[in-house]
């Protein structure tokens, strides 16, 4: 199950509007109005209307949840050192095993002359 969270910005009168072109104190003075689709709820909260033990048990969940997302980062990174240290080791494979191939069929060629050659001494 997926977990959707929902940042919401209002730009009705007395709400904070986060638009580069406002000053920072506009910003300030403005009391905080942002929405949070909370997981598995229909509904939309408004962090300023949570009291303390709802913020403190959001915060904990948001740290979780970055926790997670920067182990997920870090995991990831290990995989595409990974990858690419095998995509390395194949290209060298591939150019190893093309030498041998010709390596091979020149055996091949030399071995098909000399049982002809040797064919023709006999006969």
Known sequence: ???HRDVRRSEAPGRIHRDAQWPARALLARPASVSLVL????????????NLPQLEMLKNQ??????FL???IAQLKVVQTKYVE???CLNVLNKNNEAVMEMMSQKIQQLTALGAAQATAKA
Request: net charge negative; glycine share 0%.
């Open 1 to 3: 199950m997926e977990d």
């Open 86 to 88: 095998a995509k390395d």
């Open 62 to 67: 948001l740290d979780q949840e970055v926790e």
């Open 39 to 50: 997981p598995n709820m229909a509904q939309s909260v408004n962090i300023t209307e949570l």
């Open 70 to 72: 920067s182990t997920s």
